[in-house]
T-cell receptor, first 116, second 109 residues
Framework: GAVVSQHPSWVICKSGTSVKIECRSL??????MFWYRQFPKQSLMLMAT?????????EQGVEKDKFLINHASLTLSTLTVTSAHPEDSSFYIC????????????FGQGTRLTVV | GQNIDQPTEMTATEGAIVQINCTYQ??????LFWYQQHAGEAPTFLSY??LDGLEEKGRFSSFLSRSKGYSYLLLKELQMKDSASYLC??????????WGAGTKLIIKP
């Protein structure tokens, strides 16, 4: 299957600082990338959907000014958590889809963010 | 509203067979996915069904009944490494994945 690389795998940051997470599709061009958040023992929660070259579409309740998404190319999307707080601590996962809209989504390894 | 229901937790014995059920209600339907997720890791794709019937892939099989809004994942010859959460996700008319909360499968020796 296609490979999606997410970096970093884990990060610890101080409250009030910003953290950038990268998501790269290594061997295909991703028409759409998705950003999810997952709290312990809960399901994936879609935060936003981004298409290359256009603004991300955020889900209801997700602050676009706090979670900045940039999808500058067909192989790279970034999520920046600005002014992070302890409640932002979570497992963030990106996924990428190519081609037809029914194709499976390929997931990155996930990023464990801990804000102290 | 849209909803995916699956059991929270199941326990099975190594070498046995287990069936994980999923019922769905989505706005339109463009298929149903099953993913496996080990603790602390991202989900990995297992299967995709869009037509009624059974799709077999090695030890894993997935079944879909569109008229009943029902799917199941069947795992045979269970191995300890199969201990994981299994996520059911429906693809709605906007091609957005609607995720279930996942079923934690515990395999005992």
């Amino acid at each position: 299957g296609a490979v999606v690389s997410q970096h970093p795998s884990w990060v610890i940051c101080k409250s009030g600082t910003s953290v950038k997470i990268e998501c790269r599709s290594l061997d295909f061009q991703a028409t759409t990338m998705f950003w999810y958040r997952q709290f312990p023992k809960q399901s994936l929660m879609l935060m936003a959907t981004s298409n290359e070259g256009s603004k991300a579409t955020y889900e209801q309740g997700v602050e676009k000014d706090k979670f900045l998404i940039n999808h500058a190319s067909l192989t790279l999307s970034t999520l920046t958590v600005t002014s992070a707080h302890p409640e932002d601590s979570s497992f963030y996962i990106c996924s990428a889809r190519y081609g037809a809209e029914y194709t499976e989504a390929f997931f990155g390894q996930g990023t464990r963010l801990t804000v102290v | 509203g849209q909803n995916i229901d699956q059991p929270t937790e199941m326990t099975a014995t190594e070498g046995a067979i287990v069936q994980i059920n999923c019922t769905y209600q989505t706005s339109g339907f463009n298929g149903l996915f099953w993913y496996q997720q080990h603790a602390g890791e991202a989900p990995t794709f297992l299967s995709y069904n869009v037509l009624d019937g059974l799709e077999e892939k090695g030890r894993f099989s997935s079944f879909l009944s569109r008229s009943k809004g029902y799917s199941y994942l069947l795992l045979k010859e269970l191995q300890m490494k199969d201990s994981a959460s299994y996520l059911c996700a429906g693809l709605d008319s906007n091609y957005q994945l609607i995720w279930g909360a996942g079923t934690k499968l515990i395999i005992k020796p």
